[in-house]
């Protein structure tokens, strides 16, 4: 079986920086990436990593440990639109099927 | 440029109907998945296709078919509807080990 960890819900001030942690178990661990859901859309990419390491992509970074089984996403400059669901998952039998952690529904405070 | 096309976005059954969730695709991915979302939920994958002709179950099969007999479409059939089946389904496709592009969810309740 798989596992993902995250926490179910992170506050924020707007203009901080907040990070969304995961840890997960699975076999067959191929890469880890993240969504961005906000309230009633679709899920939309941010960020992917099959290496260990940090990947930036603007204000979004996400960082991937394979050894420790552990990953996160960093948001800086926290913006009121930032609010949304925020989705780790992991991609498994030579990148065959994503599994989905359950999610983290941050929220901006002004 | 479509991306994932969805049908229908809304959608009323009655327990023990049967229905086939419709998604196209225009990006010739050779991955597919389906997945439905509980309210408050994370995405759990219900069945997922590597290419045409391949499918396999995922993490909550049972109640649905699908199948794959071109690189553009893959339908999901529900065979017998139960009220445990209303959800939001996303279809998804992508690239071996690229981003997964989601359709718009087809919202279901089953009464």
């Known amino acids: 079986g798989q596992s993902l960890e995250q926490p179910s819900e992170v506050t924020a001030v707007e203009g901080a920086i907040v990070q969304i942690n995961c840890t997960y178990q699975?076999?067959?661990?191929?890469?880890l990436s993240w969504y961005q859901q906000h309230d009633g859309g679709a899920p939309t990419f941010l960020s992917y990593n099959a290496l260990d390491g940090l990947e930036e992509t603007g204000r979004f970074s996400s960082f991937l440990s394979r050894s420790d089984s552990y990953g996160y996403l960093l948001l800086q400059e926290l913006q009121m639109k930032d609010s949304a669901s925020y989705f780790c998952a992991v991609s498994k039998g030579s990148a065959s099927k994503i599994i989905f952690g359950s999610g983290t529904r941050l929220s901006i405070r002004p | 440029n479509a991306g994932v096309t969805q049908t229908p976005k809304f959608q009323v059954l009655k327990t023990g109907q049967s229905m086939t969730l419709q998604c196209a695709q225009d990006?010739?991915?050779?991955?597919m998945s389906w997945y439905r979302q509980d309210p408050g939920m994370g995405l759990r994958l219900i069945h997922y296709s590597v290419g045409a002709g391949i499918t396999d179950q995922g993490e909550v099969p049972n109640g649905y078919n699908v199948s794959r007999s071109t690189t553009e479409d893959f339908p999901l059939r529900l065979l017998s509807a139960a009220p445990s089946q209303t959800s939001v389904y996303f279809c998804a496709s992508r690239d071996r080990d690229t981003e997964a592009f989601f359709g718009q969810g087809t919202r279901l309740t089953v009464v």
């Open positions: 699975t076999s067959g661990f191929y890469g």
């Open positions: 990006m010739n991915h050779e991955y």
